[in-house]
């Protein structure tokens, strides 16, 4: 008898609970029937929600990378980035990240290839701008906020020194917001180590004026979360300028330069760094597959079925999955919707084979969490507004209960950070070369680490 294949294409939140799911819920007994592939460029899972903790220096990179290998007993991993698919043949070819090309037969696919950075056409933005979406990004940022610091401390000029301290955020959703938090208290950090004034006032618990890093957060949309509940809003506003970050809600940028970035105000601000989290946009593999899209994302049912394909699913960022609890709307993209709907898939996948019954995806908010560093957060768990160390504590149980596994280390991670001060090392693995914003192409956009 031959042995049946499936195929999930992409290991984030949706693939890698379909594969889970459908690891454990096909019977021992099938193994040797159905083989389960995951493709997935990289040998992790990342947990994309604490990306900005590492960015900043509280989180190793390894805490938020999730071993496929490791928890993915009964899966087979095919390191490779897809290309294109033939639904007629019931092939995909993909390349490994030693650029060699592979195929692979399937029984059932699963397409769950998420999102990438979106662009405006902004004159600079592409060149200048780096976005935040990956490991790579999160690595490059610590390293070149760390480099801008030490260069603004050892700059003779107090105009360079200037632009070096000052950091633009646009985009003032959970990314954003969570970037420039996290990025204010991170450099204040580094500035202070720095500090030659600073450490003679013995600490440097205070820097001296006009040594203080800037943060701006900019949006287009007249508050802050724009797409979440107004309560959290007002309180991420609230934790945000306290901590000195300079919001500014409908505004945004004309140009971005190698100096500087000019505000559609007319005012330049001069700055080494411009961090772009204007949003997101499905994975360009989607566009390729000649497939039926709503959104820019894969046309599904509710069961999560490619119609007119019946062997191929999709879920995630990457499908426009109908969200019945909104008649007419598709899901949004987060990782709430995305792990529940890979949930999904694995189950309808096993009752392709005959176990279990298929369903159809069906999931009410349970409300956001944004973490904004220290012991500040906003949330609002099943509608409840909370703020301040409660909503931080809450923020952080729901990640640490999400995460699939490195539990223990993050924990470990997040008492030394509240013991010890940050460390300010630059490890230059990244070059900014490797991070390009743009990502018509998956293969430039991924390349490894250099
Ligand atoms: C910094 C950050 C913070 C976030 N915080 C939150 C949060 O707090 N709460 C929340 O709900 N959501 C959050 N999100 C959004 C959330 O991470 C996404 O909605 C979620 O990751 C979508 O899951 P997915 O499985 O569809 O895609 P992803 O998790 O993006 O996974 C897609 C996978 O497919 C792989 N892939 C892509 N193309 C190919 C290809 N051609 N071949 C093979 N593999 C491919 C990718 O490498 C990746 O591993 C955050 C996102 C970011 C960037």
Redo the contacts with the bound molecule.
């Keep these: 008898m031959s042995r049946s294949r499936i195929v999930i ?7 890698y609970q379909a594969a889970r799911t459908l690891s454990r819920t096909l019977p021992r007994t099938v193994r040797d029937a159905v083989e389960i592939v995951l ?4 040998d992790y899972f ?1 947990y ?2 604490l ?2 903790e590492v960015a900043s220096g509280m989180l190793e990179p390894r805490r938020v990378s999730v071993s496929l290998a490791g928890t993915l007993p009964h899966v087979r991993l095919v390191l ?4 294109s698919v033939d639904f007629d043949r019931r092939t995909l070819r ?1 390349v490994d990240p030693e650029g060699r090309s592979g195929e692979l037969g399937y029984d059932r696919l699963l397409l ?4 990438v950075n979106k662009l405006l056409p902004i004159p600079g933005v592409a060149e200048h701008a780096h976005g ?2 990956g490991m790579p990004e999160a690595l490059y940022l610590r390293d070149h906020v760390n480099r801008q610091i030490a260069l603004a401390a050892a700059a003779d000029d107090p105009e360079e020194a200037a632009a070096r301290r000052t950091f633009v955020v646009v985009g003032a959703g ?2 954003g917001t ?1 970037v420039a938090a996290h990025g204010q208290m991170f450099t204040d950090a580094l500035a202070r180590q720095h500090s030659r004034d600073g450490q003679r006032a013995g600490g440097g618990r205070r820097l001296p004026e006009g040594e203080r890093p800037r943060w701006m957060l900019l949006d287009i949309a007249p508050r802050v979360l724009p797409e979440l509940d107004e309560r959290l809003s007002e309180t991420a506003h609230r934790v945000l300028r306290k901590r000195g970050v300079d919001v500014r809600p409908g505004t945004s940028i004309k140009e971005a330069t190698s100096e500087g970035v000019l505000l559609d105000s007319g005012e330049f601000v001069p700055t080494r760094s411009l961090i772009w989290c204007v949003g997101v946009r499905p ?1 360009p ?1 989607v566009k390729d597959l000649g497939l039926e899209t709503q959104q820019g994302r894969l046309v599904v049912d509710e069961y999560l079925r490619v119609p007119g394909h019946p062997e191929v699913m999709a ?4 499908a426009a999955v109908p969200d019945l609890t909104r008649p007419g709307e598709i899901t949004p ?4 919707h ?1 792990v529940r709907q ?1 949930k999904t898939a694995g189950r309808n996948l096993a009752a392709s084979f005959g176990y279990g019954a298929s369903r159809p995806y069906k999931h009410h908010d349970l409300g ?3 973490d904004l560093g220290g012991v500040q957060a906003a949330a609002n768990p099943l509608k409840v507004p909370l703020s301040g160390p409660l909503a931080n504590l809450v923020t952080r149980g729901y990640h640490l209960a999400s995460m699939p596994g490195n539990r223990i280390r993050v924990l470990a991670d997040w008492a030394l950070d509240a013991v010890l001060p940050r460390q300010a090392a630059q490890l230059g693995l990244v070059r900014s070369w490797s991070v390009p914003l743009e990502s018509s192409s ?1 293969e430039v956009a ?1 390349t490894p680490v250099s």
Excluded: I
């Design positions: 294409v992409g290991a984030g939140f949706a693939g493709v997935n460029p990289n990342l994309m929600p990306l900005p490779g980035e897809v290309g993909y769950t290839v998420g999102s935040f979406r959970y990314t969570e994975d593999l879920c995630g960022d990457a993209m987060t990782a709430q995305a890979g956001f969490m944004v998956p991924r």
